[in-house]
């Protein structure tokens, strides 16, 4: 029963090979094996494909058996196709396309299968690139809250500058005052006089500005820090909202390219085993020698081409016979006196009739 099943996967003649030798019957049996095989794998590797597309098991096992199928067809139909022959360059000529459609399949069944041999080094690989992204991407972020925050920030250093001026001012006022009542400097006289109430005056009234200036460019301050706390809050949502679309970049073209980046001599090997296994029931077709199956195929075969050709021939000389026999028919009618006086008069009468229209045509347009 799994010898019948394997020699259906090979797409040989059930009824030929089974008058043929159990040899035979086994090389075709292991070509079906190589068929159905190659076509499993095919439906694992696109099954997982598919699996890093959709995240859903249902539907990449429902396109993954599509996808097997459609491989197991593929392979069939390319191994029953291929005829054995008396030279092997003719085989060889005749197997190429198939052989470059089987180099096609091989790439499209090995690359899922890498894929998820290499799980462990692509997820390195998709991490780094995912930290790199998420740095590039504050970066790109923070250039568009930046020009905002550093005019904030500068006006801040500039209010604080200017109330340190002004303290600044105040206090050598302050050293003015307290130097002329001590005599040190100014009028250079001890004591509380004229001047030192001037200058006392100066001072306070300085003071009193200092301590407005202060009170307004705290409120200014403050506000500059609320805005630059909200301009912080929006860019740290702003990278929360984006994280994810970075987190989640990691999809079937993503690990492709990091597959890409990983050295190539592993999958290559991958590749060459999936290539010969594609690959080997063609080419076990064309190494293997003209057996008793492909005799008795191609006698069928010929035998029906010979019946063809007969077919086509006899309807040939059929139609050529009836030709020929109308053609004496016909000619000898030709000859009939009768016949002739018959078409002669109706033509005489066809002829009046056209006559008459014509002339009552001409008579409406007068």
């Not at 600044?168 to 109430?197: C, D, M, Q």
């Not at 403050?222 to 999809?251: C, N």
Request: proline share 3%; glycine share 4%.
């Amino acid at each position: 029963m799994l010898q019948r099943f394997f020699i259906f996967c090979s797409g040989a003649d059930i009824d030929i090979l089974e008058q043929c030798s159990p040899g035979e019957q086994t090389k075709y049996a292991g070509i079906g094996a190589t068929v159905f095989f190659t076509a499993v794998m095919a439906f694992i590797a696109s099954a997982y494909a598919l699996y890093t597309v959709f995240d859903n098991y249902y539907s990449s096992i429902f396109f993954g058996f599509i996808w097997g199928l459609l491989i197991f067809n593929l392979d069939r139909f390319i191994v029953s196709t291929i005829k054995k022959r008396d030279n092997f360059f003719d085989e060889f000529i005749q197997a190429s396309p198939r052989l470059l459609l089987a180099i096609i399949i091989a790439i499209v069944i090995a690359k899922p299968l890498e894929l998820k041999i290499f799980e462990k080094e692509i997820n390195q690989v998709l991490l780094e690139e995912k930290n790199e992204m998420t740095l590039v991407n504050k970066d790109q972020l923070a250039l568009q809250y930046s020009p905002s925050l550093e005019v904030l920030s500068a006006e801040i250093v500039a209010l604080k500058k200017e109330m340190a001026d002004k303290e600044t001012s105040v206090n050598e006022l302050y050293e003015t005052y307290i130097s002329e009542a001590e005599g040190r400097k100014g009028t250079e006289l001890i004591g509380k006089g004229p001047v030192y109430e001037e200058k006392r005056e100066k001072h306070d009234a300085e003071l009193a500005a200092l301590q407005e200036l202060r009170n307004t460019n705290t409120e200014k301050i403050k506000a500059a820090e609320v805005k630059m706390e909200t301009l912080s809050i929006d860019y740290q949502a702003k990278v929360s909202e984006t994280q994810p679309v970075i987190d989640g970049f990691d999809g079937l073209m993503a690990r492709v390219n990091a597959l890409n980046k990983l050295p190539w001599l592993p999958s290559l090997f991958i590749f060459l085993l999936f290539l010969a296994i594609e690959t080997s029931p063609i080419l076990a077709k064309l190494l293997s020698p003209k057996g008793t199956y492909d005799i008795k195929l191609e006698e069928l075969e010929n035998s029906i081409i010979t019946w063809s050709a007969q077919q086509a021939q006899q309807r040939k000389m059929i139609l050529q016979t009836d030709i020929s026999i109308n053609n004496r028919v016909y000619g000898d009618i030709a000859e009939e006196d009768e016949l002739y006086e018959y078409k002669r008069k109706k033509a005489r009468e066809l002829m009046q009739l056209q006559a008459d229209a014509f002339y009552k045509k001409q008579q409406g347009i007068i």
